[in-house]
């Protein structure tokens, strides 16, 4: 079966270390090693630099969308640096007009918290982020006009950041975002309707005990 259509269990054995690089288009690769810059790389025109985990040959990787789906596939599946790499659309199926918004590696005991740009987020279990399907899973339910984007890995952090294209900041704690397998979570930073068109959340990041 193909790669993205097996059930993913967790990795049996480390593998070679290697660095997965995603870029803006969607195009995915790997290069040996974890001393990869992208600032270094070369890629196609019109391409960026979007996303990296240092990994290893043997770890399976999630996708996260714009739409609020995610998506598996093995890091031994995926092409090596020494060319542009193969765009994910050839072995997954996202819907029309997703965007591939960042990638991480399968870890059971991690937390994310994935955030929309109108301010809605929730924590995910790492555990729940397995998916046999190439169209992935519907997983953040998202408001009309929203987009997702790039998740923050909870790991180690206690306190969320989230950063509004008006300059608002918000630091709340970790525990105040609830766990959820799937949902449209709560409102973390409200926007007000009639600045819809113009604000939005940036990003959001996850700060530990000694972070500032």
Known sequence: ?????RLVDPPKGRGEPVTVVLTARGWIRTARGHEWEPEQASYRSG??????VCTDSRSTLVLFDSMGRIY?????TLPDGRGPGMPLTSRLDPPQG???VALARF???????????????????GAGLVVRARKGRAL???????????PAAAGQATRIVLLSSAGQLLVLPLNAIPVLDKGRGVRLMGI?????ASERILFVLGLGEGDG
């Open 1 to 5: 079966r193909d790669a993205a259509e």
């Open 47 to 52: 391409d960026s630099f979007l996303d990296r």
């Open 72 to 76: 598996n596939i093995e890091t031994e």
């Open 98 to 100: 997703a965007r591939f």
């Open 107 to 125: 870890e059971p005991e991690e937390r994310f918290v994935w955030v929309d740009s109108l301010g809605y987020g929730l924590c995910v279990p």
């Open 140 to 150: 953040f339910r998202l408001p009309e006009g929203a987009s997702a984007l790039a």
């Open 192 to 196: 007000p309707p009639r600045a819809r």
